[in-house]
């Protein structure tokens, strides 16, 4: 488990774990500013993004469930090998009370609901107009953040995760 100093260290390096992020040219709206920055171990700080197909979802409408926010781009070869296995955890383990969310990073609604379409995801995904990704610093992609039932942050990986390495995570948050 990542410690709260250990994260913005990790982040720092995150192009060299999976796809940078920050090389790949998109329509993203400008980041947000947003004071909370998210620490393991600590609250998750709160957020309201745009959902595709259509609506808002909020950190607050997810009160009580197990989270685990999945940063992705429809561009990133690790992100598009993962979906098929998140949405097989969220098929599995939703009624146990997890929610994942895709958070499309630096991509538009109609790149995020094609990235949903194309994997027939289970999971809802929103477009970050950078606020996620300032709070999470998030430099590249994928990564992967599990917040459990009472709102904390418990852990945040950069980069690839097995099928396993997930499944693990998710009971953790289950318990």
């Not at 992020?21 to 600590?42: D, E, I, Y």
């Amino acid at each position: 488990m990542f410690r709260a100093g250990v994260l913005t260290i990790v982040a720092a390096t995150l192009p060299a774990a999976g796809c940078a992020s920050a090389t790949h040219g998109g329509s993203a709206r400008p980041a947000a500013m947003s004071p909370a920055v998210a620490r393991v171990g600590q609250p998750a700080p709160a957020w309201s993004e745009p959902a595709v197909p259509s609506g808002t979802l909020t950190l607050a409408s997810l009160h009580g469930k197990a989270i685990y926010l999945n940063f992705f781009a429809s561009w990133c070869p690790p992100c598009n090998e993962e979906a098929p296995t998140l949405s097989a955890l969220q098929k599995q383990y939703g009624s146990r009370g997890l929610q994942i969310v895709g958070v499309d990073v630096l991509e538009n609604a109609h790149k995020a609901e094609q990235f949903r379409s194309d994997h027939n995801l289970a999971y809802p995904a929103v477009v970050d107009d950078g606020t996620l990704r300032n709070q999470y610093n998030v430099n590249g992609l994928p990564v992967h953040v599990f917040i459990d039932r009472s709102g904390v942050v418990r852990d945040v990986v950069v980069g690839e995760l097995s099928e396993t390495e997930m499944r693990d995570r998710v009971l953790k948050l289950l318990r």
